[in-house]
């Protein structure tokens, strides 16, 4: 079964609107296969951040190069020496010279922004945010609680320590998304560093991607709550393989709904069994390894 069939065939000639703030390294490769059905809006102030994808490859597209944060005023950005890392905080020199490549982080120049809202953009749906900001993650966040409300998820790039001075950490933000009705899923993406420089995944773990979600009941009772922001919900369920919270929505339906989506449902229960079939595979593949290499050997996995 081809996964792009069935998204098409929930969507039913919609497409999801995914905003992608600090869109550097171009759209997350998750999303990148269902490129087709995704409205893009990326913002990324940095002019020297390379933002090379054709348009044609997106439903549509729109890169806005206003820097996102809390209020609409000026604020500096610190331009590191590599353009990614550079951030609104000062990087914090006594943790990242502990560890190889440190220079990345060096401060070449700074740079007088713009800032406005998320809230004051107009975007018709914005069904998913993906956030990498260097720290200025929460800045973002508060400047687009109106946004939010009608937001199915957010992929949200934080940190477990002070990569830059006073910036939030991972707590920060899973506080601040509980308060507005979205849970801490999962993480999709762990990054470790190691001071000699092994890379072999089992240094100091400093940053990731976290995904967050609406759940299936506040979605459901919502005002906004249709058949068209049912599809493109469930849309988003299924790129990151939430069959749980699928089966959940399915279970809370009318009788209407149920019957209209019925055909979707029984292709997505299709592909939760392929699925379960690979995890139970990975499962015993980490048995073998635990008896090769010993009982404290667990690999690092991440959805």
């Not at 990614?84 to 190889?100: A, H, Q």
């Not at 595979?281 to 991440?302: A, C, D, E, P, Q």
Request: hydrophobic letters at 40%; a positive charge; one cysteine or more.
């Amino acid at each position: 079964m081809k996964i792009n069939s069935l998204i098409s065939s929930i969507l039913n000639n919609q497409n999801i609107t995914y905003v992608d703030v600090g869109a550097a390294n171009n759209i997350d490769s998750r999303w990148s296969q269902f490129s087709k059905f995704i409205n893009y809006i990326g913002f990324e102030p940095d002019d020297r951040s390379d933002i090379n994808e054709p348009n044609e490859k997106y439903a549509k597209k729109k890169i806005i190069r206003n820097a996102l944060w809390d209020s609409k005023r000026k604020i500096k950005l610190n331009l590191a020496r590599k353009p990614e890392l550079s951030s609104y905080y000062r990087p914090n020199i006594d943790l990242v010279n502990l560890f190889p490549d440190s220079q990345r982080f060096n401060i070449v120049d700074t740079v007088n922004l713009d800032c406005i809202k998320l809230d004051d953009v107009k975007i018709a749906n914005c069904d998913f945010i993906k956030l990498d900001v260097q720290g200025g993650e929460l800045k973002v966040l508060e400047g687009s609680i109106n946004k939010l409300k009608n937001c199915f998820g957010l992929q949200v790039e934080v940190e477990f320590a002070l990569i830059y001075s006073n910036q939030t950490l991972f707590s920060h933000i899973s506080d601040f998304l509980k308060n507005n009705d979205f849970i801490f899923m999962d993480f999709v993406n762990l990054t470790r560093w190691e001071r000699d420089n092994t890379y072999s995944g089992i240094g100091q773990c400093t940053f990731g991607d976290a995904l967050f979600l609406k759940t299936p009941e506040s979605v459901i009772t919502s005002k906004s709550f249709n058949s068209e922001t049912l599809s493109r919900y469930l849309a988003i369920l299924l790129i990151y393989n939430r069959f749980d919270l699928i089966q959940i929505v399915f279970e809370k339906l009318d009788k209407n709904l149920k019957k209209t989506f019925y055909h979707n449902f029984k292709r997505i229960e299709s592909l939760r069994k392929k699925q379960i079939r690979l995890i139970k595979f990975n499962m015993y593949i980490n048995k073998v390894l635990k008896f090769l290499f010993g009982k404290n050997y667990r690999s690092h996995l991440t959805y």
